[in-house]
């Protein structure tokens, strides 16, 4: 069973930036990809950033992008995302993601909170 632990969430100032992190283990097949979601009370699961595992090729939502970066980590199976510039409308609770093995997984979520 694929297991994916966030860390990393937290309280920040706009303006501010915040780096969260996900960690996979106990799987056997490869990673296909990797990648963050966001959610807030009452709505839906937004898509943020995705990476593609063994080419490194990375995909934004529009609201991320030049202000968001997806990397990935090889050796210790993780992925991060660093946020810059960040604003009271990024608060939610984010998501890692992971397709592996032709199924989707979910971690537990990190919330991040941007207020003043």
């Known amino acids: 069973q694929v297991q994916l632990v966030e860390s990393g969430g937290g309280l920040v100032q706009p303006g501010g930036s915040l780096r969260v992190s996900c960690a996979a283990s106990g799987y056997s097949s490869s990673i296909y990809t990797m990648g963050w979601y966001r959610q807030t009370p009452g709505l839906e699961r937004d898509f943020v950033a995705q990476?593609?595992?063994?080419?490194?090729?990375?995909f934004y939502a529009d609201s991320a992008k030049g202000r968001f970066t997806i990397s990935r980590d090889n050796a210790k199976k993780t992925v991060a995302l660093q946020m810059n510039n960040l604003k009271p409308e990024d608060t939610a609770l984010y998501y890692c993601?992971?397709?592996?093995?032709?199924?989707?997984?979910w971690g537990q979520g990190t919330q991040v909170t941007v207020s003043s």
């Open positions: 993601n992971a397709h592996v093995g032709g199924s989707v997984y």
């Open positions: 990476i593609y595992w063994s080419s490194g090729n990375t």
